[in-house]
């Protein structure tokens, strides 16, 4: 039987490069891609008859009704895909929870009542793991969550979607899999690192150079495609190809990286997102600027044979190892 399958978020960055990944795999038939109403299309043309769009505010359930009972039950969709998260860790408040948490309870609580939707793929985040000196450095999913009530909203909304989604399993008719990612280096993704290493100096705490894993578009969407198409259940790592401290990634980035005493770091980036933009915060980032932490990807390879195969395309060769995570 096909594949017919409904994405949220398919016009972020991992969102198309997902959906040509699915244009060209002969199992899938009907796509559905989910956009929100900020105008933002995809970039994707042709395919006419197969790639269906639909512009549906999530924050609203009686929309999401409409359309997952709608245009998604005409289509057959079977398989939902999860990765509408908000990008920016600037923006904070209801309408944010909203759309991270309260949008994903809202498709969890209609798919199990639609009458073709049997398989949920929920996109999570490396994020929701807790950081600290008496933790392991590689990340197993059974590691602790970050469950302080001191984080930022960025993270609280990611460990709160996640645990909702993890909740429901064994207790839901439908199949569901949360995929805790390493962050994904790249544009649009709303990766915490990218928007740091966009500045020519790079400011780090002196004295620490953490472990750092980070993951590729190109690899997210892989994960993404090969759960789909897995009768697994459960949590699964996905960490990526390259494995490096800080430093390195600042050095193959071609940024200058200066130590400097942790105190000024907040204040130095407060200061750069006020006078030129940028969406970085180390209040959010302390903990794994400080703390090496790198997924353990040995369930998602084992199980869904997922292996990260696309390393990051550094601008700048250092001559230094950049590895992959321990199996």
Known sequence: ?????LVTGASTTIGERLLRLLLEDSRVGQILAVLGEDGVDLTIDGHAGRLHRAKVDLTRERRVHDMLFGVARDLGINAVVHLAMHRHAQDEGRRVHAFNVEALR??????????????????????????????????????PLYLGGNAPQWIRDRVEADVTACARMGLSRLQIVVLRMAEALGPGTGSQLYDYLQSPVCFRPAGFDPMLNVLTIEDSAAALHRALHHDAQGVFNIPGADTLPLSTAIRSYGRLGLPVLEPL???????????????????????RFHFSGVLDGTRARQVLGYVPSHPVEWPVTTGEDIAAPAP
């Not at 907040?266 to 997102?273: D, F, I, N, T």
Request: proline share 5%.
């Open 1 to 5: 039987m096909l594949c017919n399958v």
């Open 106 to 143: 809202s498709i969890m609580a209609l798919s199990e009542r639609h009458p073709t939707v049997r398989r949920l793929v929920v996109r999570s985040d490396a994020a929701v793991y807790q950081g600290g000196r008496d933790l392991p450095v590689l990340i197993g999913e059974d590691h």
């Open 265 to 287: 770091i907040a204040p130095l980036y407060s200061l750069r997102s006020r006078l030129v933009g940028g969406d970085f915060r180390y209040g959010m980032n302390r903990r």
